[in-house]
């Protein structure tokens, strides 16, 4: 049973940086196409950032450039770390991967079957 546990969530203030990052059980990073996709309060059809198999990252517009997806296949993990965050950034950031698609043609949630519980990235001005 494929099972995708979160961690690094936390609060910080405006400007701040953290790291996500998500460990993978019954499942192998790297082999498929996996991301983070967030959720933030009052928004819908929420999107983040994705890593294909053969390393491609693709990026939803407003954090291109301050947040990086990145995957440690030596210790299956796969990471998001978040740099100069805004209280627009506030929402729960979900580990996702994906059944059997080695690519993700945006970073949006439809390419992906296995969720993680959740991290939540609390941000104040």
């Known amino acids: 049973q494929v099972q995708l546990v979160e961690s690094g969530g936390d609060s910080v203030q405006a400007g701040g940086s953290l790291r996500l990052s998500c460990a993978a059980s019954s499942y192998t990073f790297g082999e498929r196409c996996a991301g983070w996709i967030r959720k933030r309060p009052g928004k819908e059809g929420e999107g983040g950032a994705i890593?294909?198999?053969?390393?491609?990252?693709r990026y939803e517009d407003s954090i291109e450039g301050r947040l990086h997806i990145s995957q440690d296949n030596v210790k299956n993990l796969l990471y998001l770390q978040m740099n100069s965050l805004t209280p627009e950034d506030h929402g729960m950031y979900y580990c996702?991967?994906?059944?059997?698609?080695?690519?993700?043609?945006?970073?949006?949630?439809?390419?992906?079957?296995?969720w993680g519980q959740g991290n939540q990235v609390t941000v104040s001005s």
């Open positions: 890593i294909q198999a053969d390393g491609v990252t």
């Open positions: 996702a991967a994906s059944l059997n698609r080695r690519t993700c043609n945006s970073p949006t949630a439809g390419y992906f079957y296995y």
